[in-house]
């Protein structure tokens, strides 16, 4: 069964490094999502991209995140500098254009701890 | 503004019973989306069902209901017969029409216990 693969499961950094999680969504899937859910609480928003531009980003999401798709089956999260508050489980996400909006295939998360 | 309300943050039940989920929502848009989505402890989401705000007919899959109540901004989710499996973290969620946001809640932990 096809599925949204996420990379790394776990990535521990120090505060003010750069991150990048990455994700390779399902390889007919058009629209990708960034998800995060700080622990205990709930998934919050924070992008979606499509067609090479993000359509839509949450306040979360600030100078510090950016999003890319690089080579066409990569989609990519960056963290400029990361503070502690952005420990959190990361989750990428993917649907076809013709799924209804919101019945998202979502991987199984990359948790980041800044230190 | 929209808000999705889980009040309840954790339930247990014994094997085979039945368990409701509730759900309570809050938005100024007429048109607008509900969902449920599944979190199991392998850490993934996992969609279980979306309804439009203009249709209000509950829908049966199996052992999962689901029952929307627009008087009450309720999205409620019935497990009947619950089993081990069903064990999981269970979030609603909403997102206004053509929007690709959703809006979350806090979930809740079920635990069936065999």
């Known amino acids: 069964e096809p599925e949204v693969t996420q990379t790394p499961s776990h990535q521990v950094t120090q505060m003010g490094q750069e991150v990048i999680l990455r994700c390779v969504p399902i390889s007919n899937h058009l629209y990708f999502y960034w998800y995060r859910q700080i622990l205990g609480q709930k998934v919050e928003f924070l992008v979606s991209f499509y067609n090479n531009e993000i359509s839509e980003k949450s306040e979360i999401f600030d100078d510090q995140f950016s999003v890319e798709r690089p080579d066409g089956s990569n989609f990519t999260l960056k963290i400029r500098s990361t503070k502690l508050e952005d420990s959190a489980m990361y989750f990428c996400a993917s649907r076809t254009s013709g799924a209804n909006t919101g019945e998202l295939f979502f991987g199984e998360g990359s948790r980041l701890t800044v230190l | 503004a929209q808000k999705v309300t889980q009040a309840q943050t954790e339930i247990s039940v014994v094997e085979k019973e039945d368990v409701t989920l509730d759900c309570v929502y809050e938005t100024r848009d007429t048109t607008y989306y509900l969902f449920w989505y599944k979190q199991p402890p392998s850490g993934e989401l996992v969609f279980l069902i979306r309804?439009?705000?203009?249709?209000?007919q509950n829908e049966i899959s199996g052992r999962y209901s689901w029952n929307f109540q627009k008087s009450t901004s309720s999205f409620n989710f019935t497990i009947t017969a619950s089993q081990v499996v069903d064990s999981a973290v269970y979030f609603c969620a909403l997102a206004r029409f053509g929007n690709e946001k959703l809006t979350f809640g806090t979930g809740t932990r079920l635990t069936i216990i065999p």
């Open positions: 309804r439009n705000s203009f249709d209000e």
